[in-house]
């Protein structure tokens, strides 16, 4: 049943149409229902094309994420919709390319047999640790492999992260607490909400992901990647923990934890697998590196922001 995007009331309809005559895709003919309790319109969304959806979608409107996810997207059957398969392999093939653009870049573990001896690499390389050159990066061991063998890899890193990422989330949460022992079970119903549908579940992150597809722009504007792939990973958790606090109604604090619990396991996994067969993780800088490297990134991110309101 659907639900008012104002205020969760359920509504039998969410409009009526009053004459086929005339075109709905403009409004014609269309009559939007009233919520019975808010006396607002149950959902104007109903109305809105795609463009105003995305925008309110990434400005985190909560009314625009219960359209999508009770009144769009939400099955009875417990399946998925058909477009939300799609943009999940979307969003997949977006992230192969994201992956594997910003790990070739990152440096080579110090002990990979890969890295150049300190005589072929030229001066400015061997002083700007920043900026390494091609020898001393991911890109020396990766070009070494067929090209469909890359694609392979980064598109099994992608995958397997994304799933470290959706199933812990799913699990906890279809997790009855009654079945906890009575020790744990006030702190884990504290921590972790009670929802027994997992495919809502992963409709909501999926649907939160779709900030994942804003690096299209960097085929615009030449930004430095890794940095613009980190500000737009920090986006895209906000949006996870909104979407699952808007779905289940279980608080910011329960909706970060597991949002926080999935995306620590998927960098473990990816972390695992990029280690597995000998590539940097951007982790192996020295302890004393870390300040200024910490410190450079936020500088770059300050700089993207800008960019980006300087040039629209
Ligand atoms: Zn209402």
């Known amino acids: 049943m659907p ?5 969760r009331f359920p509504v039998e309809a969410l409009y009526t149409a009053y004459s086929k005559a005339d075109d709905r895709s403009l409004g014609k003919g269309v009559r939007l229902t009233q919520c019975p309790r808010c006396k607002r319109f149950a959902d104007k969304y109903v109305e809105h094309d795609f463009v105003v959806l995305f925008i309110d979608l990434v400005l985190i409107k909560p009314q625009v994420y219960r359209h999508l996810l009770f009144n769009r997207l939400g099955r009875d059957d417990d399946k998925f919709d058909r477009s939300i398969l799609r943009l999940g392999i979307l969003l997949l093939l977006f992230d192969v390319y994201l992956t594997w653009a910003r ?8 002990s990979s047999p890969h890295l150049s ?5 030229t001066p400015s390389s061997a002083t700007s640790p920043h900026h390494p050159s091609p020898q001393t990066t991911n890109a020396a061991l990766l070009q070494a492999q067929p090209l469909i063998l890359q694609y392979l890899f980064f598109l099994l890193l992608v995958l397997s992260s994304t799933l470290s990422f959706h199933l812990p989330i799913r699990l906890l949460c279809s997790l009855n607490p009654l079945h906890i022992p009575s020790p744990l079970r006030s702190l884990y119903r504290r ?11 992963s409709t909501a992150l999926l ?10 722009l960097l085929i615009i504007w030449d930004y ?10 920090w986006a895209v958790i906000v949006n996870n923990i909104a979407a699952l606090e808007i779905l289940m109604d279980c608080g910011y604090l329960r909706a970060g934890v597991l949002v926080g619990l999935g995306a620590g396991l998927r960098s473990a996994v990816a972390d695992f697998v990029l280690r597995g067969v000998g590539l940097g993780t951007g982790w192996a800088e020295g302890v004393g590196d870390q300040v200024p490297l910490g410190g450079r990134r936020v500088a770059d991110v300050v700089g993207l922001v800008r960019g980006v309101l300087g040039k629209g």
Do not use: M, N
């Open 207 to 216: 649907v939160s992901s779709c900030t994942k597809l804003f690096p299209i």
């Open 3 to 7: 639900i008012c995007i104002e205020c």
């Open 117 to 121: 001896s300190p005589s072929t690499t």
């Open 103 to 110: 790990i070739e870049k990152l440096s080579l573990p110090p």
């Open 224 to 233: 430095d990647l890794p940095s613009s792939a980190t500000a737009v990973s």
């Open 191 to 201: 921590l972790v909400p009670y929802y027994p549908h997992p495919t809502p579940l």
